[in-house]
């Protein structure tokens, strides 16, 4: 979606299902699973599992949100260049719903 003449059929095909779903699914198992979006995190994730032999749920539940701020990023840039496609402008993301009466 970045090239300047990429056509929409390209950037269609190029959207990646696979992974963000595989992110979210091990994301929303946090309480079992470790997983890290952020090459940052390796560090201190492989120095608490030296230290105490396993990943804290506190830890887990940190770089869960991680994973969904990451996800959420992404389908944004996704919604933004559809946007773009359909109106000729971005669109607006993550508005909070009104609530329901």
């Given at each position: 979606m970045a090239k300047?003449?990429?056509?929409l059929e390209e950037a269609i095909e190029n959207?990646?299902?696979g992974g963000p779903t595989m992110l979210r699914s091990s994301a929303k198992n946090y309480p079992d699973v470790t997983v890290v979006v952020d090459p940052g995190d390796y560090e201190p994730v492989?120095?608490?599992?030296?230290?105490?032999?396993?990943?804290?749920?506190e830890t887990n539940f940190r770089l869960a949100k991680k994973v969904f701020q990451h996800?959420?990023?992404?389908?944004?840039?996704?919604?933004?260049?559809?946007?773009?496609?359909?109106k000729g402008k971005k669109v607006l993301n993550f508005r909070?719903?009104?609530?329901?009466?």
């Open positions: 300047k003449d990429c056509t959207i990646d299902i492989l120095s608490e599992l030296k230290e105490k032999g396993e990943v804290s749920l996800t959420a990023r992404y389908d944004g840039a996704i919604s933004n260049y559809l946007g773009q496609v359909e909070r719903p009104s609530p329901s009466r």
